[in-house]
């Protein structure tokens, strides 16, 4: 950049010093503005969500969140079934996501012949790029009667015992809506890990083949320790998305309607998303609305969190081992 | 390293072979791991495929919805029309000002202030679609009533970070020769930046473009809130509020109808092949680009 300024001689160009200078600031000015802009941007939405809830905030407070009834006619309303089922499904899909999608990435860096890397990686990646409302109507036509039919009864028979795994009745439940979130969540982690795996320095990994390591001793000494901060980060990040993601839970989880919170996998819930996606048509009351931003303050919440946490791991990462996990 | 350690009852061929197992084992879970991502796409695009293609013919394009009626034909007209519409609108919103940000970010902006945007472009894109959603609904929809325009201004928030990051990363790309090049001709910085940098971009930003497009395109939480109680019949007037496919898939495959979910079958099949050909193209314009830059670069 220091070269750029001392290039900028004044004394040389065809432009008079004064419209040079002028149509720099106006540039530079715009583009500083459209930058001012989306920071404010930022603060207007969390002033906004903010202002949307106070209503419900200053009628509940804090045992909002620990309320599970959700009550329009009675004007009751509290968060707790829905915090408990985002939980429930977002940790689910990591449980689920987090092995398949590293082996996903470890086969494409280090197993997959060349010819099929490319298609493997552009296939993942096209995973991605699916909306959720396909995956969601995919879910609850295919995904959803064929789980009800085949895998939750079975789980039930071999796992029953934990009461995770009760009877199913409906096919719209949360195993469902976890499944469809592992669905969602695997491309992100995978092919941020995939960039990990592949930035791992050759020597570290020929050192360790050198030393008769077979290849699976090489990745878990090596390239897994190598890339620990950054897998954590694109977990972090698929949980954040898995936090967020409203419609295609919306479509598969079914819906919470009762006054009790089950632990069953295999009944109807509803997550914060959810709950704000089938309650598009609007709200009966105020106090509805007001409580439904509450809940869209509460993953606004999430979100920052999971940023600012993601960011932490990364830098730390980065800082012990000199990449760059971005 | 404990687990490698030669327990006494073992001898060193055991060991060679557990070890060699060991490892072939995990190959193939890795193999699977692979396998089963790909089937679930595989049987994604198939479903979709097989789901959507008895649906897929010219009166989906040529008719509206109608509400239920199975003795009238019906399409998606009306959807098509409010998604180009809504996200032609949020691309005219967000690309210049997404490029504005990276210009400024890139060739203006001290090193502090750079990390403050980039901070704020990260939170901006973690932040959910459905919260974006409940934000335009306070600002305009409480006010102005629904409307296809805060349909397009939630989805240019979408956006934006998409564009300005993609197009702080091409502008990163191009050879500060090129830019000391113009300003050692004598050419005022703002002549160098529109003039000889950002032409050189042109082939990354609309790759970014796409990009966000394609994902935008399918986006339904915000739209649900911001642009879904409609009429029948066509509109392309963004100061209504416009149906789009993916509110139309959403509200149709919660239908009760198996030809409601024939329409929402082939109106997913029309936004994957839309998605895919997007980010087809995509590809292909960032490769050709980045070629174009190397030979730039010298």
């Keep these: 950049v220091s070269t750029l300024e001392t290039a900028s001689d004044v ?72 915090l408990f089922g985002t939980a429930v499904t977002s940790i689910g899909a990591l449980v689920l996501a987090t092995p398949l999608a590293l082996a996903v990435a470890l086969f494409l860096s280090e197993l997959s012949p060349n010819w099929l890397r490319g298609p493997v990686t552009a296939l993942v990646e096209t ?26 009864p079975a789980l039930h028979s071999a796992l029953g015992f934990i009461p995770l795994f009760g009877q199913a009745t409906y096919a719209s439940n949360v195993f469902a809506a976890i499944v469809v979130l592992t669905i969602m969540i695997l491309p992100i982690i995978a092919s941020i890990s995939r960039e990990l795996f592949l930035g791992v320095p050759h020597e570290l990994k020929e050192g360790a083949l050198a030393l008769g390591a077979t290849r699976w001793e090489m990745v878990r000494g090596v ?46 819930g509803e997550t914060l998303g959810s709950k704000l996606a089938a309650n598009y048509q609007g709200a009966s009351s105020g106090l509805e609305l007001s409580s439904l931003i509450y809940l869209a303050l509460i993953l606004l919440v999430f979100s ?4 600012i946490v993601a960011q932490v791991v990364v830098r730390r990462s980065a800082r012990k081992q000199g990449i760059s996990a971005r | 390293m404990s687990a490698n350690a030669v327990t006494p009852l073992e001898r060193p061929a055991d060991r060679l072979r557990r070890r060699k197992a060991v490892n072939r084992g995990m190959e193939l879970v890795a193999w699977l791991a692979a396998a089963v ?15 959507g293609a008895s649906e897929l013919n010219l009166s989906l394009l040529t008719k509206s919805q109608v509400g239920y009626d199975p003795t009238v034909p019906q399409g998606l007209a009306n959807a098509f029309a409010g998604t180009i519409v809504i996200v032609a609108l949020a691309t005219a ?39 974006i959603g409940f934000f335009v609904f306070g ?84 739209l649900l809130l911001l642009s879904s109680i409609v009429g029948n019949g066509t509109s392309w007037n963004p100061l209504h509020a416009l149906q789009t496919v993916p509110v139309a898939i959403f509200e149709l495959s919660e239908s009760p109808y198996p030809q409601d979910h024939a329409r929402a079958w082939s109106g997913a099949l029309v936004l994957i092949l839309f998605i895919l050909f997007a980010s087809l193209g995509a590809r292909w314009l960032a490769t050709r680009n980045r070629r174009k830059l190397g030979r730039a670069g010298g």
Excluded: C
């Design chain 2, 139 to 222: 600002l305009i929809v409480v006010a102005h009533g629904q409307s296809g325009l805060a349909g397009a201004f939630a989805l240019a928030i979408l956006m934006l970070p998409f564009v300005a990051r993609s197009t702080i990363e091409v502008l990163a790309l191009v050879p500060d020769s090129l830019r000391e090049a113009g300003l050692g001709l004598g050419s005022p910085r703002w002549r160098t930046t529109l003039g000889i940098v950002l032409p050189q971009t042109v082939g990354g930003i609309l790759t970014g473009a796409t990009l966000a497009v394609a994902r935008v395109a399918g986006e339904t939480a915000p």
């Design chain 1, 127 to 152: 995973l991605a790029a699916i909306p959720s409302v396909v995956i969601g109507l995919w879910g609850i036509i295919v995904l959803a009667p064929f789980l009800l039919g085949h895998i939750d």
């Design chain 1, 304 to 307: 920052l969190l999971v940023n």
């Design chain 2, 37 to 51: 991502a790909v089937g679930f796409l595989g049987i994604l695009v198939f479903s979709v495929a097989q789901h």
């Design chain 1, 223 to 268: 390239v897994l320790p190598y890339a620990r901060g950054g897998v954590a980060a694109a977990m972090i990040l698929g949980f954040g998305r898995a936090i967020g993601e409203a419609i295609a839970v919306q479509q598969v989880i079914g819906g919470f309607t009762g006054t009790s919170i089950s632990w069953n996998l295999f009944s109807p």
């Design chain 2, 93 to 131: 919103m967000a690309l210049p000002f997404g490029i504005l940000i990276a210009i400024y970010v890139n060739e203006f902006a001290p090193r502090p202030i750079r990390t403050g945007v980039s901070l704020v472009l990260d939170i901006l894109s973690g932040v959910p679609a459905i919260v």
């Design chain 1, 11 to 82: 004394a040389r160009r065809p432009f008079s010093g004064r419209r040079a200078r002028f149509g720099d600031l106006i540039l530079q000015g715009t583009a500083g503005f459209a930058a001012l802009g989306a920071t404010v941007l930022v603060g207007l939405i969390v002033y906004k969500i903010v202002e949307g809830a106070r209503l419900s905030l200053s009628t509940f407070g804090l045992s909002f969140l620990t309320h599970v009834v959700w009550d329009p006619v009675h004007l009751k309303f509290g968060a707790e079934a829905f």
